[in-house]
């Protein structure tokens, strides 16, 4: 009989630890971690984020991830209000609802329709996001998605934080970090919750009640490529005009300050 915290089993736990020793690929590794320590808990999927160099969050493998999740968020800026900004600051376990994120994390409003779309599905699961850390230092997080009727125990929290760290050995050797360079394909980044900076300047200068002519000569930039990169920003925000796109993205704290 194997020996089991309330939820994680403990037995699985040495043969992760040399799966992780041969430094193989994200996506093997959120693979094996459901199919193993995270099973007894029935994880319906498992994901990585890593923080990048830019002040972004990278998704750098899924596992049974719902479709429409993993492209809009494969990468997204730290300042976001969402449970993984919160677990790598607070460098702490953050356990919510799935549809209960929206009350402590506004920036996910935007997206409560698909969220509420993938649980009619799943249902309303229990995400758990752990930090993955290296020698005091937060480089991500791993998030778990799993039958809310199962309570984890104090014990189980630590057995998450304790592959949390585990995942931090294996992700700051070079070994793996060469594999890191070729985690997920980037995937189409008209669903991606990120905007680049040409197109948050011109979401300011939006705000500032500029016309989109004027918005290309002060940007250098033609009108078609001021009206291309103002419909992708209605996309990613889920605005229905210009005007709501720029406020929307003031609200989300995604821009900065534009001189014009």
Same mark, same amino acid.
């Given at each position: 009989?194997?020996?089991? *915290?309330?939820?994680? +089993?403990?037995?699985?736990?040495?043969?992760?630890?040399?799966?992780?020793?041969?430094?193989?690929?994200?996506?093997? #590794?959120?693979?094996?971690?459901?199919?193993?320590? !995270? +099973?007894?808990?029935?994880?319906?999927?498992?994901?990585?984020?890593?923080? *990048?160099?830019?002040? *972004?969050?990278?998704?750098?493998?899924?596992?049974?991830?719902?479709?429409?999740? $993993?492209?809009?968020?494969?990468?997204?800026?730290?300042?976001?209000?969402?449970?993984?900004?919160?677990?790598?600051?607070?460098?702490?376990?953050?356990?919510?609802?799935?549809?209960?994120?929206?009350?402590?994390?506004?920036?996910?409003?935007?997206?409560?329709?698909?969220?509420?779309?993938?649980?009619? #599905?799943?249902?309303?699961?229990?995400?758990?996001?752990?930090?993955? $850390?290296?020698?005091?230092?937060?480089?991500? $997080?791993?998030? #778990?998605?799993?039958?809310?009727?199962?309570?984890?125990?104090?014990?189980?929290? +630590?057995? !998450?934080?304790?592959?949390?760290?585990?995942?931090?050995?294996?992700?700051?050797?070079?070994?793996?970090? *060469?594999?890191?360079?070729?985690?997920?394909?980037?995937?189409?980044?008209? !669903?991606?919750?990120?905007?680049?900076?040409?197109?948050?300047?011109?979401?300011?200068?939006?705000?500032?009640?500029?016309?989109? +002519?004027?918005?290309?000569?002060?940007?250098?930039?033609?009108?078609?490529?001021?009206?291309?990169?103002?419909?992708?920003?209605?996309? #990613?925000?889920?605005?229905?005009?210009?005007?709501?796109?720029?406020?929307?993205?003031?609200?989300?704290?995604?821009?900065?300050?534009?001189?014009?």
């Amino acid at each position: 009989m194997s020996v089991e *915290t309330r939820g994680i +089993s403990v037995s699985a736990l040495p043969a992760f630890l040399r799966f992780l020793s041969t430094y193989p690929e994200p996506q093997e #590794v959120c693979d094996v971690l459901m199919a193993g320590p !995270l +099973s007894s808990i029935l994880a319906q999927s498992v994901n990585m984020v890593l923080k *990048t160099t830019n002040d *972004t969050f990278k998704t750098v493998a899924a596992t049974g991830m719902a479709a429409p999740l $993993v492209p809009r968020y494969q990468e997204f800026s730290c300042s976001l209000s969402t449970p993984v900004s919160h677990a790598v600051r607070e460098a702490e376990i953050v356990s919510t609802r799935m549809l209960d994120q929206f009350d402590r994390y506004t920036d996910l409003e935007i997206d409560r329709s698909m969220w509420e779309e993938v649980s009619r #599905v799943t249902g309303d699961l229990m995400i758990e996001t752990v930090p993955i $850390v290296s020698n005091g230092t937060v480089l991500g $997080v791993y998030v #778990v998605f799993h039958d809310p009727e199962l309570v984890l125990s104090r014990a189980d929290f +630590s057995m !998450l934080s304790g592959i949390g760290h585990l995942l931090g050995v294996w992700a700051t050797h070079p070994l793996t970090e *060469t594999n890191l360079d070729a985690s997920l394909p980037a995937f189409s980044d008209e !669903l991606a919750f990120m905007l680049n900076e040409r197109q948050l300047q011109v979401l300011e200068l939006v705000e500032l009640g500029r016309s989109n +002519s004027a918005i290309g000569v002060i940007l250098g930039y033609s009108q078609s490529t001021v009206k291309q990169d103002l419909q992708r920003a209605m996309r #990613v925000l889920r605005a229905s005009d210009r005007i709501e796109a720029a406020q929307r993205a003031r609200e989300l704290g995604l821009q900065g300050t534009q001189n014009a």
